[in-house]
């Protein structure tokens, strides 16, 4: 357990500075995931500034690893991860720094991920003699549906560089600015993406009796299968829901197919398999009811993020240190989104945690993934503070292990 408060927290001044210049010059040119080729060069070039040795072109061509060397190679290596991607969202905040790229925008507060882990490689690169292990800082690519993180720990592990103890982080409006919360276990939930095709015969709108409209069936269907948790989440929930239904292209031609996409989001292996199962016994129900083929097809899939206990435990010490103990919130249950952090937790020890991204005086604040929705600059500081502290933290707690 690090004994100095000050040893851990960067002074408030000039780092804060630099992580908001960084987060809005990011923040204007959001890029899908795969297409981070401006938001690469823009981290490898502060990297350079900053004389901080790094990797890039991984997990696809954008990723990038910037190695911090402890004093020894000894014990292991503590591991920050932030995200590079950007959604397919037009943005609506008005901010004087908005995204200059038409439909893309940094809707799930990467922008601000990647400014808090470039600020802390520079503040963990200029105390680099105080730390005992060696740091690694990724930027990983792809976050958002295409399961980056799982390329990203392929290619940590082509290069050697495996993180023994690893951390990482995500903005959260629910939580206000200046606080933390996660819990040890599982935190995130396993979601799979779902596709049901029902398969009909096409026809003109005079003659319904030539055809067999696969409409009704897929109507059928989505009524059927939506499923929603039953008051607070618990460790047994499921949610199954469908955003898209697809058929037809005119009022008056009965359509050969629908489609329906939806996800399936649970927190424990048995109870997807359970669901997944039942699922494909109401499609073949139905398929016999409407006289259709039905098929059922997981197109992607991310596993739970399943926080280790000791790692986590070490991240609630740390952080009621740095914040104090009424800003860290040990959560009491799971949330249903995902994250593909949960790859990395499947290869090492390791915490991720959500940060408070409501602003102070705010009862409420845009949803990630809202058009409205702008990583806070007042989080920033909170963010570098603790992945510093945890930087430091994780190095003496790997030297102490076994």
């Known amino acids: 357990m690090p004994a ?14 630099y992580a908001k210049r960084v987060r809005h010059d990011l923040h204007q040119i959001p890029e899908l995931a795969f297409e981070e080729h401006l938001t690469a060069k823009y981290i490898c070039r502060e990297l350079n500034r900053m004389h901080i040795p790094h990797v890039t072109g991984l997990a696809g061509g954008t990723g990038i690893a910037a190695f911090i060397s402890g004093r020894t190679t000894v014990g292991g290596v503590v591991g920050i991860r932030a995200e590079m991607d950007a959604l397919p969202i037009e943005e609506a905040t008005g901010a004087m720094y908005a995204s200059r790229h038409r439909g893309r925008m940094h809707a799930c507060g990467h922008d601000g991920h990647m400014a808090i882990a470039l600020a802390t490689s520079r503040w963990l690169w200029e105390h680099r003699d ?74 003109h709108g005079s003659q319904p009796q030539r055809g067999n409209n696969p409409i009704p069936c897929a109507g059928h269907l989505s009524m059927l299968l939506q499923i929603s948790p039953r008051g607070a989440v618990a460790d047994d ?13 005119a009022p008056n031609i009965i359509p050969s197919t629908a489609t329906m996409h939806g996800t399936l989001r649970t927190l424990s292996a048995a109870v997807r398999a359970d669901k997944l199962r039942w699922i494909q016994s109401v499609c073949r129900a139905a398929a016999r009811q409407f006289r259709c083929k039905v098929q059922m097809k997981i197109i992607s899939s991310t596993p739970a993020v399943v926080n280790d206990i000791a790692s986590t435990e070490l991240l609630f010490k740390t952080a009621e240190h740095i914040l104090g103990r009424s800003r860290v919130r040990r959560a009491a249950v799971p949330h249903l989104w995902s994250e593909d952090f949960a790859y990395i937790l499947q290869k090492t020890s390791g915490s991720f945690f959500v940060l408070g991204t409501r602003p102070v005086g705010r009862r409420t604040y845009p949803m990630l993934h809202s058009p409205h929705y702008d990583f806070p600059d007042t989080a920033l500081a909170v963010g570098i503070r603790t992945m510093s502290a945890l930087a430091e933290s994780g190095s003496q707690y790997l030297q102490q292990s076994p």
């Open 4 to 17: 100095a408060r000050d040893r851990l927290s960067p002074p408030a001044g000039d780092i804060f500075a």
């Open 130 to 203: 105080h730390f005992v292990s060696g740091i690694i800082v990724y930027f990983q690519p792809a976050e958002e549906g295409f399961n980056g993180g799982e390329r990203m720990c392929r290619a940590l592990e082509n290069l050697g560089v495996m993180p023994n103890l690893v951390y990482g982080l995500h903005g959260w409006p629910e939580l206000p600015v200046g606080s933390i919360a996660t819990r040890a276990g599982v935190l995130l939930a396993n979601v799979d993406s779902l596709q049901i095709t029902v398969e009909g015969k096409a026809t």
């Open 237 to 249: 929930s499921v949610v199954l829901s469908f955003g898209c239904l697809q058929a037809g292209s």
